[in-house]
């Protein structure tokens, strides 16, 4: 049995499945964070949250890097940790940091960082030859100004250290792009009280169908898992509505997608971990949109090991420790699974969801969940603001997808103003 040390979690599907991973693993895990009523406010009521099967849970500053390391040696004295592990994209470089202090497995520090900003990874995927937009990163508006002229509209302005399509806008002019500058500056500290880097990313608007890579890197050499799709909503944001896993590719545009994933993730030296590389398909062949050196959001790891059976949150629990992950397919059934996402189109308080029973009982659902009623809603800018979901699966062929668009409709959010 090994010990794990869990520096903070998403408050999402991964704060369950990840510590799911650590037990069946035949693991354990201690949780250290700096709020653990975060997480338990996202909990609902009377069900004990997963977290809460840690070992131990340690409070901190996990904001502070310089505290936070002499924190840790101290713990690992006592608890002795086998492995670090996060499924937060803003805990994953000082979770890197402290393993590498620890002298336990991980990816390097530096490459954590580099693919967690994406400027760095934009000029180190540029000097490898991996393609991707052209882009521009901006400390002012009077510089995104200058280099949108260069690039030419219509553009996409996004932060450099913000995750969920949080702030992510499609611009069109300079009306339109000093209205996203100064959304994104109004915006100076992220969610978990950390502050942002005050400049904008901006990169020329790729055309043609978004899909994931789900990678996973070990001693060197990076596996391809399988490629997932992805719809978008919600303009000019870029609000994911939804996934399907396989993509329904030709052969030819998913061995461009596997590959471009894989030259990334070596560009940038990752190792050690599990990552989620989204690529644009464009007429002019895959550009790199982002590298995550961690596993897939929006419940696309569920997809994986519905089609595939290979669990990508126990393969992060795995390369954490040190261990060669369990890469095997296996028989389940199911040709594709997709998820598909309610989004809220108006503003008010949700009375409820008409139709979840009905749909429940659908043939090929495996998954359905909607938010609690009095939940205040508005119209969604970004992937934190779904009302439910709903997963699929189809025995056949690719045809969850569809399934799945066919189920959603069944749900009636019932909004009311005031």
Same mark, same amino acid.
């Given at each position: 049995?090994?010990?794990?040390?869990?520096?903070? $979690?998403?408050?999402? $599907?991964?704060?369950?499945?990840?510590?799911?991973?650590?037990?069946?693993?035949?693991?354990?895990?201690?949780?250290?964070?700096?709020? #653990?009523?975060?997480?338990? +406010?996202?909990?609902?009521?009377?069900?004990?949250?997963?977290?809460?099967?840690?070992?131990?849970?340690?409070?901190?500053?996990?904001?502070?890097?310089?505290?936070? /390391?002499?924190?840790?040696?101290?713990?690992?004295?006592?608890?002795?940790?086998?492995?670090?592990?996060? $499924?937060?994209?803003?805990?994953?470089?000082?979770?890197?940091?402290?393993?590498?202090?620890?002298?336990?497995?991980?990816?390097?520090?530096?490459?954590?960082?580099?693919? !967690?900003?994406?400027?760095?990874?934009?000029?180190?995927?540029?000097?490898?030859?991996?393609?991707?937009?052209?882009?521009?990163?901006?400390?002012?508006?009077?510089?995104?100004?200058?280099?949108?002229?260069?690039?030419?509209?219509? /553009?996409? /302005?996004?932060?450099?250290?913000? !995750?969920?399509?949080?702030?992510?806008?499609?611009?069109?002019?300079?009306?339109?792009?000093?209205?996203?500058?100064?959304?994104?500056?109004?915006?100076?500290?992220?969610?978990?009280?950390?502050? &942002?880097?005050?400049?904008?990313?901006?990169?020329?608007?790729?055309?043609?169908?978004? @899909?994931?890579?789900?990678?996973?890197?070990?001693?060197?050499?990076?596996?391809?898992?399988?490629?997932?799709?992805?719809?978008?909503?919600?303009?000019?944001?870029?609000?994911?509505?939804?996934?399907?896993?396989?993509?329904? #590719?030709?052969?030819?545009?998913?061995?461009?997608?596997?590959?471009?994933?894989?030259?990334?993730?070596?560009?940038?030296?990752?190792?050690? @971990?599990?990552?989620?590389?989204?690529?644009?398909?464009?007429?002019?062949?895959?550009?790199?949109?982002?590298?995550?050196?961690?596993?897939?959001?929006?419940?696309?790891?569920?997809?994986?090991?519905?089609?595939?059976?290979?669990?990508?949150?126990?393969?992060?629990?795995?390369?954490?420790?040190?261990?060669?992950?369990?890469? &095997?397919? &296996?028989?389940?059934?199911?040709?594709?699974?997709?998820?598909?996402?309610?989004?809220?189109?108006?503003?008010?308080?949700?009375?409820?969801?008409?139709?979840?029973?009905?749909?429940?009982?659908?043939?090929?659902? /495996?998954?359905?969940?909607?938010?609690?009623?009095?939940?205040?809603?508005? @119209?969604? $800018?970004?992937?934190?603001?779904?009302?439910?979901?709903?997963?699929?699966?189809?025995?056949?062929?690719?045809?969850? +997808?569809?399934?799945?668009?066919?189920? #959603?409709?069944?749900? +009636?959010?019932?909004?009311?103003?005031?």
């Amino acid at each position: 049995m090994a010990h794990l040390l869990m520096v903070e $979690s998403w408050v999402g $599907s991964m704060s369950r499945l990840l510590p799911r991973a650590v037990r069946e693993g035949g693991h354990e895990f201690t949780f250290l964070t700096r709020d #653990l009523h975060h997480y338990l +406010r996202a909990a609902p009521e009377g069900v004990g949250h997963p977290l809460l099967a840690a070992r131990h849970v340690l409070t901190a500053d996990t904001n502070d890097a310089e505290l936070l /390391l002499p924190f840790a040696e101290r713990a690992h004295a006592s608890l002795r940790f086998d492995g670090v592990i996060t $499924s937060c994209d803003y805990y994953l470089p000082v979770a890197a940091r402290i393993a590498a202090a620890l002298n336990l497995p991980g990816p390097t520090p530096e490459a954590v960082v580099n693919a !967690c900003r994406k400027d760095a990874t934009r000029r180190i995927l540029a000097e490898a030859g991996v393609p991707g937009p052209r882009f521009a990163v901006c400390g002012d508006h009077e510089e995104a100004v200058r280099a949108a002229r260069e690039i030419g509209f219509p /553009l996409v /302005l996004k932060p450099v250290d913000l !995750c969920a399509g949080m702030l992510v806008r499609r611009v069109d002019d300079e009306t339109g792009l000093a209205d996203a500058h100064r959304a994104l500056m109004d915006f100076p500290v992220n969610a978990r009280g950390q502050a &942002r880097a005050p400049v904008a990313l901006l990169e020329e608007l790729m055309h043609g169908p978004e @899909v994931s890579v789900e990678t996973v890197t070990f001693a060197g050499r990076t596996e391809v898992v399988g490629v997932t799709d992805k719809t978008t909503g919600g303009a000019p944001a870029f609000v994911e509505t939804g996934h399907m896993f396989p993509a329904a #590719l030709t052969e030819q545009d998913e061995r461009a997608a596997r590959e471009t994933a894989v030259r990334a993730v070596e560009a940038l030296g990752l190792d050690a @971990v599990v990552a989620h590389t989204e690529v644009k398909l464009t007429p002019g062949g895959p550009r790199v949109v982002e590298v995550n050196p961690r596993p897939a959001g929006n419940r696309i790891t569920e997809l994986v090991r519905h089609v595939t059976g290979i669990d990508l949150a126990a393969a992060c629990v795995s390369v954490a420790l040190g261990h060669a992950p369990d890469l &095997r397919p &296996r028989a389940t059934g199911l040709h594709s699974a997709a998820i598909g996402f309610l989004v809220p189109r108006a503003e008010g308080v949700l009375e409820g969801v008409d139709g979840v029973d009905e749909v429940g009982e659908g043939d090929g659902v /495996l998954e359905i969940g909607v938010a609690t009623p009095g939940t205040r809603v508005g @119209v969604a $800018s970004d992937n934190n603001e779904y009302l439910g979901h709903v997963m699929a699966g189809d025995p056949d062929g690719p045809g969850a +997808r569809a399934d799945v668009e066919a189920l #959603l409709a069944r749900l +009636r959010p019932q909004v009311v103003n005031r």
